[in-house]
């Protein structure tokens, strides 16, 4: 072959040549493009009764939750995190939602009439799969007693109300099923199974734990897990209630089975355990420790099938808990910090730089408008939520500087009047509906434990003033 002829190939292949080379370059741009604009998956989990203080992330020294605290550490945490009403079904609502519960209709855990209002709320999961996601609910729904599914979830597994530790009845997709085991641990496999499988779309599971609810029953294996630890009483414990007069009236006591429609655990299932303080507290966060298994669980599959780094993952809680603040003990409902303020976690690489750190006044009805907003996916209408993107993209941006709170009486909690507070940065205003002379006022800044109301304080007089038109404007503005 002569040099003429060696010319002449070199010069047909190199169009060639190039030609394959911007096919390449095309196809790994368009594959770039793709992977930027394709639709994140979502795990939301929540957890029942916990306080935002009990996690390793938020500086708890004994809690064993490195899962959970990974996700803090490879995320954003949220340290203002709060309930607008410290109440489970009420809170689960608002979550769904965006919308507080006096305009949702979810007003309390009582029976009646739940079950009707829970089948017809628009949620979030229902617009993302109008928007083309796969949709699964797993765990505890408790608004109502009723277990079927509810719209807007391809895939149900949900149980009766409060629902057991050991041994559950579940309502699979339609079907009935008694099962031997741990709930925590069922709930678990469930999700890993969702997550596990082939999905031709988008997912968003929610996965809702009976778990660290009463009665605080742990997984065999956790039983030994916080043996010495002891319950060190609060600095509140000691508050005297001379300012909490609304703490020192005389109701009659009621039983938890009862005003919550829960089936109690049978008595073997205690197996010994005590209902002292430091049982209670320990068991907690015993029940924790298997939550948080399943966490590394979704992690590791999130990870083996190449799906976390476009997966969002939510951690939170639906109230918090007093374990001895103002002498209240194992309980919610108050519009103290440790009953209202949640854990809030969220991992997303796409949108969150890790070991991210947020101080805005944040609330569980900012989660729907969030996740619809990072989804791509049309807002719901008419929420009183917004959505905190901005606010991850720079955590200084300028945010709201108060919210209000509520609670509504249950006939069966009459120890707990029905509330309305107003909380900024800095003060809190709680008002009692119906109740004459038992308001309360905090300076947080100074007296962060709420330990002095300064209701009467005349020092105080012009900033109660402004709460309370504050009050009225939220009042007005979320109706």
Known sequence: MDASEI???????????????????????????????????????????????????????????????????????????FTTTPLCSPSRASFLTGRYAHTHGVINNDKIG????????????RRLR?????????????????DSRRPGFDHWISFKGQGVYLDPVVNINGEQRQLDGYMTDWLNRWAL???????????????????????YLPARRHEALYGEAEFIPPASASDDLSGKPVLRRQVEPMDWTQLEGVTPEPPESRRGRGQDADSIVRDQMRCLAAVDDGVGMLLGELTRKGLLENTIIIFTSDNGYLLGEHRQFDTKRFAYEESIRVPFIIRYPRSVNAGTTVDALTLNIDVAPTLLELAGAEPLEEVQGKSF???????????????????????????????QAVRTTRWKYIHYVGLEGMDELYDLQNDPREMRNLISDASAHSTLAQLRTELERLKRETR
């Open 7 to 81: 010319g002449l190939k070199r010069r047909a292949i190199l169009p060639l040549l190039l030609f394959c080379t911007t096919v390449v370059v095309f196809s790994v741009y368009v594959q770039a493009v793709k992977s930027q604009t394709r639709k994140p998956n979502i795990i939301f989990i929540i957890t029942d009764d916990q306080r935002w203080d009990s996690l390793g992330a938020a500086g708890n020294r004994l809690a064993k939750t490195p899962h959970i605290d990974r996700l803090a550490r490879e995320g954003a945490s949220f340290r203002n995190f």
């Open 114 to 125: 739940l079950d009707v209002i829970s089948h017809t709320l628009m949620t979030f999961p």
């Open 130 to 146: 109008e928007a083309g996601y796969e949709t699964a609910f797993i765990g505890k729904w408790h608004m109502g007693p009723d």
């Open 193 to 215: 199974e969702f997550v596990e499988r082939s999905h031709n779309k988008p997912f968003m599971l929610y996965l809702s734990h009976k778990a660290v609810h009463a009665p």
């Open 389 to 419: 993107v901005p606010l991850l993209r720079d955590r200084h941006t300028k945010w709201r500087e108060s919210f209000m709170a509520e609670y509504f009486m249950e006939k069966v909690v009459p120890r707990a009047p029905s509330w």
